[in-house]
């Protein structure tokens, strides 16, 4: 099947949407270096393609596109409830990027917007102009991969690297950079930050295998996780989402015994827990995609207008995890 | 179902003789040719004919995931270095008029050189005029707009053959079916490769389930919100072992009598479920 889909598709970034206004921008033209076979399309606004009603989320999948875009409005959003906020009074995300690499069964994007496109915005300089701005009324904790992967990007556009680069300028902005990708070797000559998290989703293979799909196994996530250590960065580990699927315990018991005999738990800097959770209205949409997982099918309980396993079913699990994970790491360094 | 559009007839003539499609008499208003896999329609000529016809063509039954539709016809551009019966699947759709773009998903590996179309409501003669797309056309804009209220934008195709450099007044009939006829067999060829890898294998209840289910529904007195659960609760225990007919059987014979009661047997069945 997978054959099959290989001849028939075209292959990932076979066409490369650009808006207008965008065509002469610097990092337009860096990232075009990587797609010379690309057939290039003029658009004039990325909504105009990103955001039409009559897409299929699931098939284009098999062959994203690459959208070119300036962004104009909305540069930095206040985060979202369903986030956690390691205690940060002022918690923000921001969007250089929409959607990503991987396609990940449970991945909210699909439920959050109508297109598998990924779309990047090359105009990164405006919304460092955005960030520094509020930087003047106060410190800010910024997270800027959360509706994708940057750092799985990194190679083609380098932005990990850039907000690096803010970062080192802005010592009241601490940014956390978010991947399931094992891609540290595309930044590990830069200087480690103070004020820069690399955080990591971490997961047992046999749910990278059947529910992450196009993602790094846990062995190849893990070495660039060393590597980040090693070089003295602080490195955030993230059991979340916990999926509840069959033998869960047994996995999770296995990765986290796994993943502390190949990294040094004290070298971590913390480690969020949390089970799958979505809102309604995007697991609806979930579910229209992906008519047949049987992990979006599960029959969650929806409380204020989240979608998650029930209170002891969710209660069972972090429990199980944080006592798990409890055995390497100390109780305050662990977020649930 | 592959449904093909064409604007003239000599343009639809190549598939109606190759592929052995036979006029269906049952409509009046437009020419409709058929086969078990392919219905063509002449739209007539303009965005606007185009919008209609394929209109009156998809709202007369139902569409499916795999099925596709592909309007074909010939060009004009103003570039010269083209060559004549190049064939070109469009990537990018301009509505001269209104200046709208229209953009069908190119999902698929094909055989084809891409380019934009711009799709006028005359004629254009003039080959020195300024030109958005790398094509022009007269209905691909109107086309698009109506099959995509019908099918997804990876559903929709549109291959344009060149055969002028804006003089038309020398293309004669005979011209623009041979222009075509050495595409037809390449286009569906490729239609079909397409369709058969969209062809849907969705698994869902069988008739004989959803009987059963609405048959509980109402023996359980239940909610419309009750119901909903129901059903994804089904479905999740369907999607882990393939039938839910076993587990429905016993709660075929049972008639609440109040909602009460049903709720009791709701909450059982949930147990059961899950
Ligand atoms: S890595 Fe994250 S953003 Fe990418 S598909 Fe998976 S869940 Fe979605």
């Avoid at chain 1, 906020?85 to 109508?114: R, V």
């Avoid at chain 2, 409501?121 to 300024?130: G, I, R, Y």
Wanted: contains cysteine; aromatic residues 12%.
């Amino acid at each position: 099947m997978k054959n099959l889909d290989k001849s028939l598709y075209s292959p990932s970034f076979s066409h490369v949407y650009i808006e207008k206004q965008a065509m002469n921008h610097p990092n337009t033209k860096k990232i075009l270096n990587h797609f010379s076979n690309a057939q290039i399309i003029e658009i004039n606004h990325y909504k105009d393609i990103f955001s039409r009603s009559h897409q299929h989320y699931g098939l284009q999948k098999k062959s994203p596109k690459l959208i070119l875009a300036l962004k104009k409005d909305h540069l930095i959003y206040k985060g979202a409830e369903v986030c956690e906020d390691f205690g940060h009074p002022y918690f923000y995300y921001t969007s250089t990027m929409m959607n990503c690499i991987y396609d990940c069964e449970y991945c909210y994007l699909q439920g959050m917007y109508t297109s598998a496109n990924v779309v990047v915005f090359v105009n990164i300089e405006e919304i460092f102009g955005e960030v520094e701005k509020l930087l003047k009324k106060h410190p800010i904790y910024l997270c800027i991969s959360y509706d994708t992967d940057i750092l799985a990007f990194e190679n083609v556009i380098g932005y990990g690297r850039e907000w690096m680069a803010f970062a080192q300028k802005h010592q009241n902005l601490t940014i956390e950079l978010r991947t399931k990708s094992a891609n540290f070797k595309a930044i590990q000559d830069i200087e480690p930050l103070e004020n820069m998290i690399l955080a990591w989703t971490v997961s047992p293979d046999p749910i990278i295998k059947k529910y992450e799909n196009k993602t790094p196994f846990l062995k190849d996530r893990l070495i660039s996780i060393k590597g980040a250590l090693d070089r003295g960065w602080k490195v955030r580990l993230c059991f979340d989402p916990l999926l509840s699927i069959e033998e869960w315990q047994k996995h999770y018991k296995e990765m986290i015994k796994y993943t502390f005999s190949q990294v040094a738990a004290e070298k971590i800097y913390d480690i969020s827990i949390g089970v799958f959770r979505v809102s309604k209205d995007y697991l609806k949409r979930m579910r229209k995609q992906r008519g047949e997982s049987l992990l979006l099918s599960y029959p969650f309980e929806t409380q204020n207008g989240i979608s998650s396993y029930d209170v002891q079913q969710t209660q069972k699990m972090i429990n199980h995890v944080y006592q798990w994970t409890a055995n390497y790491v100390s109780k305050e360094k662990i977020y649930i | 179902m592959i449904f093909l559009c064409t604007a003239m007839y000599n343009e639809a003539y190549p598939f109606i003789k190759q592929f052995n499609l036979r006029k269906d008499t049952s409509h009046q208003k437009f020419q409709v040719f058929k086969s078990e896999e392919i219905t063509l329609i002449i739209t007539g000529v303009g965005k606007l004919k185009g919008a209609i016809a394929v209109t009156y063509l998809l709202s007369n039954g139902t569409v499916n995931a795999s099925d596709l539709l592909i309007n074909i016809g010939v060009c004009g551009t103003n570039n010269t270095n083209i060559p004549l019966g190049t064939t070109f699947l469009c990537n990018k759709i301009i509505d001269h008029e209104t200046q709208r773009a229209f953009y069908p998903d190119i999902l698929f590996t094909h055989p084809f050189k891409e380019a934009s179309v711009e799709t006028f409501s005359t004629l254009v003669k003039d080959n020195n005029m300024d030109l958005e797309g790398d094509l022009v056309d007269m209905e691909a804009s109107g086309i698009y707009q109506s099959s995509t209220l019908f099918l997804k934008a990876h559903q929709v195709f549109f291959i344009k053959i060149v055969s002028d450099y804006l003089y038309t007044d020398n293309i004669s009939k005979d011209s623009i079916s041979k222009s075509i006829e050495d595409q037809a067999i390449p286009i569906l060829s490729w239609s079909h490769k397409v369709e058969s890898g969209l062809l849907n294998n969705k698994k869902e209840f069988t008739e004989k389930e959803k009987e059963m289910l609405n048959q509980v529904v109402k023996n359980l007195k239940l909610s419309s919100t009750m119901e909903h659960q129901l059903k994804q609760l089904l479905k999740f225990y369907w999607l882990q072992y393939g039938t839910v007919e076993e587990i429905l059987k016993q709660y075929m014979d049972i008639e609440c009598q109040s909602k009460k009661e049903g709720k009791k047997h709701f909450e059982e069945l949930r147990q059961k479920l899950i």
